[in-house]
Nanobody
Framework: EVQLQASGGGLVQAGGSRRLSCDAS????????IGWFRQAPGKEPEGVAC????????YYADSAKGRFTISTDNAKNAVYLQMNSLKPEDTAVYYC????????????????????WGQGTQVTVSS
């Protein structure tokens, strides 16, 4: 059973940083694409960033480029999202998600949603 456990959300001031963590289990980490979606109230889900463990390919939404960094700890089957220079518009519930086949470019496709996800973690950025 695929399990994705996200943590690290909270309240942060604009301009601050936050690191989200996701512990993954129940699948071969190297075979999947794994990353983060977010959903703000009244908005469609947005693929924020993902990484394909097999070759290290990554995807970042335009809103995340230059501010967010995705990384993995393969020994722990964990994925992280380091978020810097946070803005109020980054406020959302962030979900750790994974998919197979590991299609990195699909992450930014409108209407796409991975097959596996866990409970979200709330990030609130105050102005």
């Amino acid at each position: 059973e695929v399990q994705l456990q996200a943590s690290g959300g909270g309240l942060v001031q604009a301009g601050g940083s936050r690191r989200l963590s996701c512990d993954a289990s129940g699948f071969t980490f190297a075979d999947f694409v794994i990353g983060w979606f977010r959903q703000a109230p009244g908005k469609e889900p947005e693929g924020v960033a993902c990484i394909r463990r097999g070759d290290g390919s990554t995807y970042y939404a335009d809103s995340a480029k230059g501010r967010f960094t995705i990384s993995t700890d393969n020994a722990k089957n964990a994925v992280y999202l380091q978020m810097n220079s946070l803005k109020p518009e980054d406020t959302a519930v962030y979900y750790c998600e994974a998919d197979y086949p590991p299609n990195v470019t699909a992450w930014g496709t409108k209407g796409y949603r991975p097959n596996y996800w866990g409970q979200g973690t709330q990030v609130t950025v105050s102005s």
